[in-house]
């Protein structure tokens, strides 16, 4: 049997490659980092908002661990998990009438992290308790979510309100929800291990659908996206968009219109590809740099209710429930984006013509960076109610 040699000096073994690293630039959102403080000039989803008990929740968004409650009057805090006295989680306080009791010590805070009581101090603390604060973030609840603001007091915006979202109407509603179902067909998933920019990047990525979601591990989503489509990407003052036109079987011609807003803001019309403008608004938010989670808030029919995105070739399974080598022989984009690792490796990439979308994305995204980094305010944040309306015009737009 002949043995296969490469030539001396052939290219292409893995052998003696240099060091891989990723963009932290666009990637990485602790704080200080410079797109975390980029993020940290938005409104951000950090629950749905009936989740929100007095219970205390414990959660992790940027980077930082968190402790989410809603008082015994219906105010929800989001403070930061460590006790500000000597440090022990919140995440074992007691919600109370005011706010929340740390179990150690039993200083108690109100959603604003002001210290209402040292109950181990003469006088429950009065005169020193005034000098302590429990790190703390403002909330506000809308659209059914509950969404934090992590920056500068300072430049807190106005809440940016989206068309799709107004107007529920008789017979509607509107739905929140936490979970991975757009990405990863299973609402039992709410943390998916991989950096938020996966996520966000692959929104622009409209090659995927004919390979990933239709030929490569059978159909789906729906047997029209298998059509390659011919793509434009535009950019919009708030992030850009793709249009990916597509003549079907049976004559009809239909744009996929999608777009992606600053900071992680992905607006996807139906995966069904029903007629018409998308029901959706979701956000791909960073856990830490290394798991994100989605955010969706749809407007939808009053009898609506959440059913697991299931996969054709596996009937009746959702993601949770499938074997490994399903995983492997059906893969969808759970797989595809955790398999490009905890942050993909940039210096690694060879983008083609068809990635054009990730560029243009990459490069805004990194302006946008800049000019926060450089004292200005970033795309999509608004402080007055009247500008910080959205007009949705993402949809599968069918033509006469
Ligand atoms: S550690 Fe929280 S009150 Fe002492
Ligand atoms: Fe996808």
Known sequence: MDTVIADKGAKGTAYGRGPQSHDGIITEVGP?????EFMRRYWQPVAVADTVKDLPLAVRFLGEDLVLFRDKKGRPGLVHARCCHRGTTLYYGRVEDEGIRCCYHGWLFDTQGNCLDMPCEKDNGAGIRENVRQPWYPVLEEYGLVWAYFGPPEKMPVF???????NVGPGEKLY?????????????VDIMPCNWLQDWENVMDPFHLPILHTSFSGVQFVPEFGIMPEVEWDYDNLGMKYTA???????REVDRITYVHFPHVRIVPS????????SSIGFCMPVDDENYTIFHVMKVPEKFEFGAQRRERIPGKIWSEMSEEEHQRFPGDWEAQVGQGPISLHSEEHLAPSDKGIR???RLLKEQIETVRDGGDPAGVFYNEKDAVVEVKAG???RE
């Open 160 to 166: 940016t309100r989206w068309s799709t979202l107004e």
């Open 245 to 251: 036109y597509r003549k079907l079987n049976d004559g």
């Open 176 to 188: 929140a929800h936490q979970g991975t179902f757009g990405g990863g067909g299973d609402h039992t």
């Open 32 to 36: 200080g980092t410079p797109c975390g």
């Open 396 to 398: 599968n737009w069918f």
């Open 271 to 278: 995966v069904e590809l029903a007629p018409g403008a998308g």
């Open 360 to 362: 243009m994305l990459r």
